[in-house]
């Protein structure tokens, strides 16, 4: 996805966004003020990008890629917007009838009566052939 000429990048993120880079050479630090870390675009580097916790709206986090030329020139930048979406099972883990969020049972299950935790009941049969 690299330019024609590049032969680095820089990696800028937002606060909710977690980066690893991975490359088989050193990275160097910029010249230019603020260009922090450069890596080289050897092949097989790879650029890992996540999101650390849910967004509170839309495309709130962003991951720009600067790229550049021999000798340290800026040639292009390549932008991602990024929306992190939240995902809870939620379930009633205490089995009071009431559906909790922050259940402190959630993350356990005892057996009996008086036990607590989620009993999931799956449907294993073809009901589609």
């Known amino acids: 996805a690299a330019p024609a000429g590049a032969v680095s990048f820089s990696v800028k ?13 050193p990275a160097e630090v910029g010249s230019a003020p603020g260009s922090g870390m450069r890596w080289p675009l050897d092949k097989g ?7 650390s916790r849910a967004s509170t709206e839309v495309n709130d986090n962003k991951v720009t890629v600067s790229f550049y030329a021999e000798g340290g020139q800026p040639i292009s930048q390549a932008g991602v917007f990024l929306t ?9 883990a205490d089995r009071d009838g009431i559906v909790e969020k922050n259940s402190p ?8 009566p008086e036990g607590h935790g989620a009993i999931l009941l799956v449907s294993c049969d073809k009901e589609d052939p």
Do not use: P
Request: hydrophobic letters at 40%; aromatic letters at 8%.
């Open 45 to 51: 580097t790879v650029l890992r990008f996540s999101m």
């Open 105 to 112: 049972n959630k993350a356990s299950w005892t057996w009996g």
């Open 13 to 25: 993120h937002t606060e909710g966004v977690s980066v690893e880079v991975r490359c088989q050479s």
């Open 84 to 92: 992190g979406i939240g995902i809870s099972l939620d379930v009633d």
